[in-house]
T-cell receptor
Framework: AQSVTQPDIHITVSEGASLELRCNYS??????LFWYVQSPGQGLQLLLK??????LVQGIKGFEAEFKRSQSSFNLRKPSVHWSDAAEYFC???????????FGDGTTLTVKP | EAQVTQNPRYLITVTGKKLTVTCSQN?????MSWYRQDPGLGLRQIYY???????DKGDVPEGYKVSRKEKRNFPLILESPSPNQTSLYFC?????????????FGPGTRLTVT
């Protein structure tokens, strides 16, 4: 069965500091991996996705993520955080052929001025 | 504008009173899915549909029903709601089968069952 673990429930960083959100997955084959962001009171928006090829993936809003098969990880990074990045972030693994999608429990990001 | 719409956005109801939350997408997507979001539990998949008349259970289907009679609509039905179904519900859709397209989410429906 597929699963996703986001070890950090809540992270606080200062504006301008770098950010890394952790995601570990369990999946039987090459996974399809996604990062979504949810701003307060909003739906989810895709930040980036990985399904093959280059293991370093660029997304919107200056985010990137690196797929590391040996560590079963897909960590999200941003070199300099902006106050508008405060939100909840979800890592997800998908099985597009079978239709099931599994999300992590989410990491809430707080940005200090 | 390409979008997934849900109605109602907010609903307060009582235990046992049947309700339907509608979901509609205008992107001609084959795949649609329902999730519930609870604090500390992330998003959990309730049901999904790979195409018209094809539905399957997700991880938490108990107490819910769905139907997919046409491509654009995927209503979620609670025949006899209970307080443990108080949650934030999201509908999502994505194009094509067998491809790693992301899901497009609706704005959410906040349901309270008293």
């Amino acid at each position: 069965a597929q699963s996703v673990t986001q070890p950090d429930i809540h992270i606080t960083v200062s504006e301008g500091a770098s950010l890394e959100l952790r995601c570990n997955y369990s999946y039987g084959a090459t996974p399809y991996l996604f990062w979504y962001v949810q701003s307060p009171g909003q739906g989810l928006q895709l930040l980036l996705k990985y399904f093959s090829g280059d293991t370093l993936v660029q997304g919107i809003k200056g985010f990137e993520a690196e797929f590391k098969r040996s560590q079963s990880s897909f960590n999200l990074r941003k070199p300099s955080v902006h106050w508008s990045d405060a939100a909840e972030y979800f890592c997800a693994v998908g099985n597009t052929n079978a239709g099931k999608s599994t999300f992590g429990d989410g990491t809430t990001l707080t940005v200090k001025p | 504008e390409a979008q997934v719409t849900q109605n109602p956005r907010y609903l307060i109801t009582v235990t046992g009173k049947k309700l339907t939350v509608t979901c509609s997408q205008n992107m001609n997507h084959e795949y649609m899915s329902w999730y519930r979001q609870d604090p500390g539990l992330g998003l959990r998949q309730i049901y999904y549909s790979m195409n018209v008349e094809v539905t399957d259970k997700g991880d938490v289907p108990e107490g819910y029903k769905v139907s997919r009679k046409e491509k654009r609509n995927f209503p979620l039905i609670l025949e006899s709601p209970s307080p443990n179904q108080t949650s934030l519900y999201f509908c999502a859709s994505r194009p094509s089968l067998g491809e790693a397209y992301e899901q497009y989410f609706g704005p959410g429906t906040r349901l309270t069952v008293t």
